[in-house]
């Protein structure tokens, strides 16, 4: 594949990115999302407030209630969310799952802080803006990126986005 092609494909997939945000369904998304991301959030939030209390440095008690709480969240994506959109293999789609996780993961140290160091929240306080700027940033990577298509509709090979749209 030449470089220009290279261009043009990237910038194709960055079109159909854009459309499957927009396809239908994006506010039952939303909205079951948000619900299996407050059952995550409760796991999260209450193991960080614990393990903070217990002694540990709030930096790695986030990551380790963040990591729990990203379980949580997948496995409510697969039953409650995205069923019967699965257009990639069970490893790809957790592999993709969790990076962009991870990089919600990343947001979440990042943005907690500077909640603490910069505004003097505590860990329990700075988690809730926190939260806010994770959520959307994981919901709107995953349902653009990862669980694509219309409910109970298979894609065929050639519908599926070429890799570069997928993480």
Known sequence: ??????????AAALRNARVRLLAPNFLGDLWRYGLCSVVALAVDWGLLIGLVRAGMNYLPAATASFLVGMVVAYVGSIIFVYRGRRPYPLLVEAIGFFLIGFAGLFINILLLYAFVQFFGLSAGLAKAPTAVGVFLFNFLMRRTLLFIGAPGVAMLPDEVPPPIARY
């Open 1 to 10: 594949m030449s470089f220009r092609q290279s261009i043009m494909a990237r």
